[in-house]
């Protein structure tokens, strides 16, 4: 009674006609993209930078090997005994197997949070084809300088572009952690026109000293164009 069972289709729940998995692989849909490995959120935190004013930042990462997302929706909850005290949605890119370091700055809130919780709303998957881009940060010093009669705190860097063409902006997120790992400050800073082979330096500034040791500084790539 062959005759009476359907036709194979990538639909019919049943791993056939080659399929690596159930409905995927072979001449159905890659069971990467229809199987995605969850994006990891490694921490979040926040640290007032003014009355009623925060900054916020996580640290994820995407353990798919062949996948990325050119959008990944995300929102930063801050919170205290009392409940919810603010919000801040946001999206950026993924490429695969990136830690990415997510910013968000002057989120205004009402109470002084003592909680951060970070949570993906969406990410909007496809097969990496394109090369990732060949942009790396380095040479990073911290520094605090007087300015018009005031001390500031600035993250200065070397951004070089290996990659052998030219982007007209590359956005880079930074994290300044303590020895404890506390989050002291967070930032994006962005560089236009960054042309192939190009060495440029880019001075990440905060208008004021943050407080707290400064002992590690993190940084990531978003939104190159």
């Given at each position: 009674?062959?005759?009476?069972?359907?036709?194979?289709?990538?639909?019919?729940?049943?791993?056939?006609?080659?399929?690596?998995?159930?409905?995927?692989?072979?001449?159905?849909?890659?069971?990467?993209?229809?199987?995605?490995?969850?994006?990891?959120?490694y921490?979040?935190?926040?640290?007032?930078?003014?009355?009623n004013l925060?900054?916020?930042?996580?640290?994820?990462?995407?353990?798919?090997?062949?996948?990325?997302?050119?959008?990944?929706?995300?929102?930063?909850i801050?919170?205290?005994q009392?409940?919810?005290?603010a919000?801040?949605?946001?999206?950026?890119?993924?490429?695969?197997?990136e830690?990415?370091?997510?910013?968000?700055s002057?989120?205004?809130v009402?109470?002084?949070?003592?909680?951060?919780?970070?949570?993906?709303?969406n990410?909007?998957?496809?097969?990496?084809?394109?090369?990732?881009?060949?942009?790396?940060?380095?040479?990073?010093?911290?520094?605090?300088?007087e300015?018009?009669?005031?001390?500031?705190?600035?993250?200065?860097?070397?951004?070089?572009?290996?990659?052998?063409?030219?982007?007209a902006?590359?956005?880079?997120?930074i994290?300044?952690?303590?020895?404890?790992e506390?989050?002291?400050?967070?930032?994006?800073i962005?560089?236009?026109?960054?042309?192939?082979?190009?060495?440029?330096?880019?001075?990440?500034?905060?208008?004021?000293?943050?407080?707290?040791?400064?002992?590690?500084?993190?940084?990531?790539?978003?939104?190159?164009?």
């Amino acid at each position: 009674l062959w005759w009476l069972l359907p036709k194979a289709s990538c639909s019919d729940s049943r791993q056939n006609q080659g399929e690596l998995g159930i409905d995927c692989g072979g001449p159905c849909r890659s069971c990467a993209l229809i199987y995605p490995k969850p994006i990891v959120p490694y921490w979040a935190r926040a640290v007032p930078v003014r009355p009623n004013l925060v900054d916020a930042a996580a640290e994820i990462e995407n353990p798919n090997e062949l996948l990325s997302s050119r959008r990944v929706e995300y929102e930063f909850i801050l919170s205290d005994q009392f409940g919810s005290i603010a919000k801040r949605t946001g999206w950026t890119f993924l490429y695969p197997q990136e830690r990415f370091i997510v910013v968000e700055s002057g989120i205004e809130v009402t109470r002084k949070p003592t909680r951060v919780d970070f949570k993906i709303i969406n990410a909007d998957w496809h097969l990496q084809n394109d090369p990732k881009p060949v942009i790396a940060v380095e040479q990073r010093e911290y520094r605090v300088e007087e300015t018009e009669g005031r001390r500031i705190s600035a993250v200065n860097m070397t951004l070089r572009n290996d990659t052998a063409f030219d982007f007209a902006q590359v956005e880079v997120g930074i994290a300044i952690l303590d020895a404890n790992e506390n989050l002291v400050g967070a930032n994006r800073i962005l560089a236009e026109n960054l042309f192939s082979g190009q060495r440029r330096v880019l001075k990440s500034i905060w208008r004021y000293e943050l407080t707290g040791d400064v002992d590690i500084i993190l940084d990531s790539l978003g939104n190159v164009e």
